[in-house]
């Protein structure tokens, strides 16, 4: 055989498995799931479940979807992140697809729902379940009409999702917000059919079992979505500030402060790595802790560096939990402002009050005795503590120091520790000394 016939060979064998290779390579199904809130931790999830289908080469990715709705901004995120993507999507509706999930189901290019499924119900509300004001309905309205243009889909039908006063004949009344069962979706065009489970879609889609890889949720995914929770946040904010309290009134760097370095860490953190928390919110929390503790330490009396100090601590918290492009809150709505600025105060406050009511007996359980000295000095075994200072009482002297309200004065040229019972005074103030109990001074200032 000659050399020509021996390459032909190779080149027509080249030819027909290359391509073959390739679509293997090419032809991965990526399934993952979208249960419980719309939020935070499914945003994330969903960014991770596309960045891993795109690197494994994936052609089509499923979405098996199980949720009652959740956060509006989030829902948005992940619905542009599936209109972006190249690769085929297909949602499985596994019984609801309510609110936010709708409004993510319309952005696939196929649905396909369980027997008894349901979609739609897509009007904005709050909390506790009130319909927000018609500027939030409207933004809803053109994402929907939208979403569904995009994909080839009646917007019409997305809009009563939404809108109770649009009217569908022989569908849904006026004034009724539109609900699809999956018969009336498959009618009306937005279900391609009903399926009992993923297996099936990749039946109807003709694509091969052996080609699907699941996503796989970590541990660290999971703690994630445990930090970032309202609750959990709220707890972490009660430590940050219980801890710089409790720090304040004892001298030194102790366990205090690293309770609230590590609750603000667990705080910060995870609402990082969600893009929640940008550089700036960190920084400005972090400002406002300098200019506290400048309030304290440095500059005499309270006044607007510790004012500022309170309302930056606050604006940082706050802002770390809400979805933001620098104050612009379009997205977001100020509704979900407001209820993270009233999580910060309330955390806050509780700290206060549960740091004065119960510092002293939660100082003497076991577990913090362990983590103080307890050896005592005592005077039979030849401790003193100081010197008295004898026969300075009712004498004259000034303030060496700030008092606050304890501090060093001087009296005849000599310094003593001493404790100011006005409460504050500024270094140089006069002073004189009216009582001396043991090895404590107590003055007052001169008027």
């Given at each position: 055989?000659?050399r020509?016939?021996?390459?032909?060979?190779?080149?027509?064998?080249?030819?027909?498995?290359?391509?073959?290779?390739l679509?293997?390579?090419?032809?991965k199904?990526?399934?993952f799931d979208?249960?419980d809130?719309?939020?935070?931790p499914?945003?994330?999830?969903?960014k991770?479940?596309?960045?891993?289908?795109?690197?494994?080469g994936?052609?089509t990715?499923i979405?098996r979807m199980n949720?009652?709705?959740?956060?509006?901004?989030?829902a948005?995120?992940i619905?542009?992140?599936?209109?972006?993507?190249?690769?085929?999507?297909?949602?499985?509706?596994?019984?609801n697809a309510?609110?936010?999930?709708?409004?993510i189901?319309?952005?696939?290019?196929?649905?396909y729902?369980?027997?008894?499924?349901?979609?739609?119900a897509?009007?904005?509300?709050d909390?506790?379940g009130t319909?927000?004001?018609e500027?939030?309905?409207?933004?809803?309205?053109?994402?929907m009409r939208?979403?569904?243009?995009?994909?080839?889909?009646?917007?019409?039908?997305?809009?009563?999702?939404v809108?109770p006063?649009?009217?569908?004949?022989?569908?849904?009344?006026?004034?009724?917000v539109?609900?699809?069962?999956?018969?009336e979706?498959?009618?009306?065009?937005?279900c391609?059919?009903?399926?009992?489970?993923?297996?099936?879609i990749f039946?109807?889609?003709g694509l091969?079992l052996?080609?699907?890889?699941?996503?796989?949720?970590?541990?660290?995914?999971?703690?994630?979505?445990f930090?970032?929770?309202?609750?959990v946040?709220?707890?972490l904010?009660?430590l940050i500030?219980?801890?710089?309290?409790?720090?304040?009134q004892?001298p030194?760097?102790?366990?205090?402060?690293?309770?609230?370095?590590?609750?603000?860490?667990l705080?910060?953190?995870?609402?990082?790595?969600?893009g929640?928390?940008?550089?700036w919110e960190i920084?400005?929390?972090?400002i406002?802790?300098?200019?506290l503790?400048?309030?304290?330490?440095v500059?005499?009396?309270?006044g607007?560096?510790?004012?500022l100090?309170?309302i930056?601590?606050?604006?940082?918290?706050?802002?770390?939990?809400?979805?933001?492009?620098f104050?612009d809150?379009?997205?977001?709505?100020?509704?979900?402002?407001?209820?993270?600025?009233?999580?910060?105060?309330?955390?806050?406050?509780a700290?206060?009050v549960?740091?004065?009511?119960?510092?002293?007996?939660i100082m003497k359980?076991p577990?913090?005795?362990?983590?103080?000295?307890?050896?005592?000095?005592?005077?039979?075994?030849g401790?003193?503590?100081?010197i008295?200072?004898?026969?300075?009482l009712g004498k004259?002297?000034f303030?060496?120091?700030?008092?606050?309200?304890?501090g060093?004065?001087?009296?005849?040229?000599?310094?003593?520790d001493?404790?100011a019972?006005?409460g504050?005074l500024?270094?140089?103030?006069?002073?004189y000394?009216?009582?001396?109990?043991?090895?404590?001074v107590?003055?007052?200032?001169?008027?």
């Amino acid at each position: 055989m000659n050399r020509s016939a021996v390459l032909g060979i190779i080149l027509l064998t080249f030819t027909l498995f290359f391509p073959v290779c390739l679509w293997s390579q090419s032809s991965k199904v990526y399934v993952f799931d979208l249960h419980d809130e719309i939020g935070p931790p499914s945003w994330r999830q969903t960014k991770k479940a596309f960045d891993q289908a795109r690197l494994i080469g994936a052609s089509t990715v499923i979405i098996r979807m199980n949720t009652f709705g959740g956060m509006v901004e989030y829902a948005d995120s992940i619905r542009s992140t599936i209109l972006n993507s190249r690769m085929k999507t297909i949602v499985f509706i596994d019984n609801n697809a309510a609110s936010a999930g709708a409004l993510i189901s319309i952005a696939c290019d196929k649905i396909y729902m369980k027997p008894g499924a349901s979609i739609g119900a897509a009007s904005v509300v709050d909390t506790k379940g009130t319909v927000l004001p018609e500027k939030y309905q409207s933004y809803m309205r053109g994402l929907m009409r939208a979403t569904a243009e995009a994909k080839g889909r009646d917007p019409i039908i997305a809009e009563a999702f939404v809108d109770p006063d649009v009217e569908i004949k022989d569908v849904n009344p006026k004034g009724k917000v539109l609900t699809l069962t999956s018969k009336e979706a498959i009618k009306i065009g937005y279900c391609e059919a009903e399926v009992g489970n993923v297996e099936q879609i990749f039946a109807a889609e003709g694509l091969d079992l052996k080609s699907r890889v699941d996503h796989q949720v970590t541990t660290i995914d999971r703690i994630i979505a445990f930090l970032i929770s309202p609750a959990v946040s709220g707890f972490l904010i009660l430590l940050i500030i219980g801890g710089i309290y409790f720090e304040m009134q004892t001298p030194g760097i102790g366990f205090a402060l690293l309770v609230s370095v590590v609750a603000a860490a667990l705080f910060f953190a995870p609402l990082y790595l969600e893009g929640l928390a940008a550089h700036w919110e960190i920084g400005l929390f972090l400002i406002g802790i300098v200019l506290l503790l400048l309030e304290v330490f440095v500059i005499p009396g309270f006044g607007v560096a510790g004012i500022l100090g309170i309302i930056f601590i606050v604006g940082g918290l706050a802002l770390s939990m809400v979805l933001n492009d620098f104050f612009d809150f379009n997205v977001t709505g100020s509704e979900q402002l407001t209820t993270a600025v009233i999580i910060v105060l309330f955390a806050m406050v509780a700290s206060i009050v549960i740091s004065v009511l119960l510092g002293k007996s939660i100082m003497k359980t076991p577990v913090f005795r362990r983590l103080v000295l307890e050896d005592e000095q005592r005077s039979d075994q030849g401790y003193v503590s100081g010197i008295q200072s004898a026969g300075i009482l009712g004498k004259e002297g000034f303030a060496k120091t700030d008092m606050r309200p304890s501090g060093k004065i001087e009296i005849d040229g000599v310094w003593y520790d001493a404790v100011a019972l006005d409460g504050y005074l500024e270094k140089g103030t006069p002073v004189y000394v009216e009582k001396h109990e043991n090895y404590n001074v107590f003055v007052r200032k001169m008027i």
